[in-house]
């Protein structure tokens, strides 16, 4: 791939500007030759303003001028300072020791019983594993299911506490924020809690008269 900036644009000044083939200017520019007849056609590039590669310091002088000369020869560019800041570095790929490589199942039992609203695509990218494997030990159809248990990823040492608190948090933000955005569950009303009788003396029974001999030994007869 070229390290010029702006080929399409690069390409557009050397087809207007040069008597380059379409083969060389397609080698400088990263391009196919057929794109570069397409931009001498007026077909591709319609709108795009031709940059001069030689101002734009990509490109010497006296290298252009020996690809004029020979149709054979082909350009090399002045790599510019500014090309690697302008490229996306991708970050490496998690490595996982191999001594490791094997506690990465329970770590995943962990994540799928203790915290469920963590997503694969979180633990594949904390613990450096694929879905697939999330999968197999989720339903259980991993090779070494029997013996996987669930074991705290730094218990393992396959991550940092302060980076395993910091997922969990952010995934329970979002579980949270998604719940609210679909309703949730409704609030339950607080019972009202039973209201106790008040306690009133029972009334003695009141005797209508004075005992008597009679009501309290009996009649004899």
Known sequence: MTDILMPKATAVW????????????????????????????GDVARDIRGVDPITGGQLTREELDKAQA?????????????????KTHKPAPKYTPVSRRQDRPD???????????VTDAQIAKLLGTTKSTID?????????????????PVTLGLVGQLVLDDLISKAADKKNRDDAKKGGPALEPIASEPVEPEFVPEERERRTAEPTAASVFGNRE
């Not at 770590?107 to 609203?117: D, G, L, M, Y």
């Open 70 to 86: 020979n149709e054979t020869y082909r350009m090399t560019a002045i790599v510019s300072r500014h090309a690697e800041l302008l």
């Open 136 to 152: 197999s030990v989720r339903n259980r159809t991993h090779w070494n299911s029997p013996n996987i248990k669930p074991v705290d």
């Open 14 to 41: 050397l087809v207007d500007n040069t008597s380059l083939t379409f083969e060389q200017i397609a080698d400088f520019c990263g391009l196919h030759p057929l794109e570069v007849r397409g931009i001498a056609d």
């Open 107 to 117: 770590a995943i039992s962990w994540f799928v019983k203790n915290h469920p609203e």
